[in-house]
């Protein structure tokens, strides 16, 4: 992503979409949860093509414009499959399910997002007169993201603090100076050691293979911590106290087709259901109604959906949450 980001800046001013979780590991006087705002942001390239967009006012995978209505549909919150990695917007699920209802669809998916950076940004972020709050959940990597996430200070305060508040819809300014430092800096490291980010990459993938494919019981989703719980209770209120309808969007992932992993899904739907949050389950009423459910991933590779994948499971969406 950075090789080609480093390319077309040669010729117009690009950005590359970077993840609120590269600042777990930072000392920052800020924590942002979105991108740089009304640019030309590079997204991930699965399909044949590289996914770019013009991010919103706050940095998200949005037409501006959305933020002026009086209403709004959805809201959705979630990780790279929410923001719609890799492919062009309107083929990502908050636009077809805008394109479904003929409503507002807001899109606050981030790439790596975990469950506690999403309430953090569905705190900052949530918006009055939101009929529904589309929690959507990656069976993939989520829980693994969360068990990073509650080691940092800095997000436990929205976690722990009841009025916690960063106040970011009024700080994008500051957001955008932090992100343009940090391309700046892998701009010059990538014209400096020349890196390979393909074979990077190719590694980061390897390794998810390597556990979740050929190491016997290998899981890094299970043993869900006692946060995801709670985190869900406050998003689940949040909604309420917003007037917002809350529902819980189950995703599943490439192993589980391809070697039958579980990622503990049965777990998941127990803390879900116990709580009486509506839970749309993309495995049970989708993936496994189909003959051939690698065909939802490019080429039937790991990674994330087809244009025809996101397509319906918006479809699915839309009937459930329907009245």
Known sequence: MYGIYSDLNKIEKFVVSIRPSFYLKKNKQLFPLSGISKSKTILCNENGYYAIFNSDRFGFNNNDNEWDSNKFEYLLIGDSFTIGECVNREDNLASVLKRLSN???INLGQGGNGPLINYATLKEYITPNTNKVLWIHYEGNDISELK????NKFLNKYLNEKNFFQNLKKRQDEIDILHNEILISKNKKIKKFNLNYKEFFKLNLTRLTICSNIIP??????NHPTEFKKILILADKLAKENKSEFYFVYLPGYFRYKNKNDYGYNEIKKIVSDLNINFIDMHKDLFLKTDDPLSFFPFRLNGHYTVE???KIAKEIYKATSN
Do not use: L, M, R, S
């Open 103 to 105: 409503k507002t669809v």
């Open 148 to 151: 990073k996430e509650i080691k």
């Open 217 to 222: 019981g290998c899981n890094p989703h299970k």
């Open 309 to 311: 994948g996101y397509k």
